[in-house]
C-alpha cells in the first residue's frame, strides 16, 4: 500500500533567506544606482522615459518606468515597502516570483497606459501588487499561516491602499490600483496553480496488489 504523500505547508518565507534577501537588495541598488545617473549624469532626463499614456511612443514606458524615480525623496519613501515585500513574494520560489511580478509589471503598467494623466514613473504600482498579492493569496489559497501574515502586513501597510483612490496631486493612482489589482489575480491564479499541482501528485487510494510470481 502506497502512503498518500502530505501536501507541504504553504511558505510564508523564503526556503533560503539570506540569498532572498541579498536578492532584493542587489533589486533594490539597482533602482538606487539609475537614480544616481539620471540626478548627476542625465539631469533627471530618464523621468520622460516613463509611461505616457495612451501615445504609442509611450508604450515602452511600461518596461521603464518602475526602475524610475522622480527624485530622492520618491526612491527613498519606496525602498522599504520594496524590500520587505519582495522579500516575502520570494516565498514561493524565484520562478513565482518573475511570474507574479512581471504580471504586475506588464498588466498594471498597461492598465496604467490606458487610463493614467502624465508621466508614470516609480516602483510604487509593483509595490502595490506584491502588496495585494500577499494579502489575498493565503485568501485563495485557504492558508492559515498566510492568511495571519496577510493580517499583520494589512495592519502594517494597510494604510497606503487609499492610495488607490484619487486626490492627492502628482500621484498615480491608476498605478497603484492596477498594480494592487494585477497581484489579486496573480494570487488567484498561483493558488489555483498550487492546487492543481497538489492533485496532480496525489496518489490514488486504496491498496495497489503486487505482482504475483510463479
Known sequence: MSSPAVPAKPRILPAHPMRAAVGMVLFLALLWVIEAVDQFVLGGSLDYDGIVPRQVDGLDGILW?????????????NSIPFLVLG??????????????????WLLGGFLTWLTGFGITVGASGVIFGWLAFLLFRG??????????????LFLLYGGVLW??????????????????LAGVLAARLVASADRGSSRGSRPSDGVSPSPIGP
Request: no cysteine; hydrophobic share 60%.
Open 65 to 77: 518606468s518602475p526602475l524610475l524615480h522622480a527624485g530622492w525623496a520618491h526612491l527613498i519613501a
Open 139 to 152: 485568501f485563495f489559497a485557504r492558508s492559515g499561516r498566510q492568511i495571519v501574515l496577510a493580517v499583520v
Open 163 to 180: 492610495g488607490v483612490l484619487p486626490g492627492t496631486p502628482g500621484v498615480s493612482w491608476q498605478a497603484h490600483l492596477f498594480g494592487a
Open 87 to 104: 522579500f516575502l513574494v520570494l516565498a514561493g520560489g524565484l520562478g513565482q516570483f518573475i511570474a507574479v511580478t512581471a504580471l504586475v
